[in-house]
């Protein structure tokens, strides 16, 4: 059973910094591509930034281009989002995820298996 589970979310500081991780069971994520998500309440969920599967190619939201860095250990089976600059706006909840389609995807819809998510609240 594939099993995705986000961690260090937090509340941190306008203008600081915060390190997302996801770790895979059941899975060997060197096989797939990865994307991060986030969503707020009553709104659809957004892409963030998606990683492929040698780490060769990235994607990035335009809202968080130059300020997020996304990147994978496929050694330790895990992904992770350097959250910089961090701003009011980005305080929802993030999510990381899982797609065999071909291509860095971002489109939600493409992903097949999602974690249960991480807040982040960043306080102004």
């Known amino acids: 059973q594939v099993q995705l589970v986000e961690s260090g979310g937090g509340l941190v500081q306008a203008g600081g910094s915060l390190r997302l991780s996801c770790a895979a069971s059941?899975?060997?994520?060197?096989?797939?591509?990865m994307g991060w998500f986030r969503q707020a309440p009553g709104k659809e969920r957004e892409f963030v930034a998606a990683i492929s599967s040698a780490a060769i190619t990235t994607n990035y939201a335009d809202s968080v281009k130059g300020r997020f860095t996304i990147s994978r250990d496929n050694a330790k089976n895990t992904v992770s989002l350097q959250m910089n600059s961090l701003k009011s706006e980005d305080t929802v909840v993030y999510y990381c995820?899982?797609?065999?389609?071909?291509?860095?995807?971002?489109?939600?819809?493409?992903?097949?298996?999602w974690g249960q998510g991480t807040q982040v609240t960043v306080s102004s």
């Open positions: 059941g899975r060997i994520l060197s096989h797939y591509i």
């Open positions: 995820a899982e797609t065999a389609a071909m291509g860095v995807q971002i489109g939600s819809k493409e992903y097949d298996y």
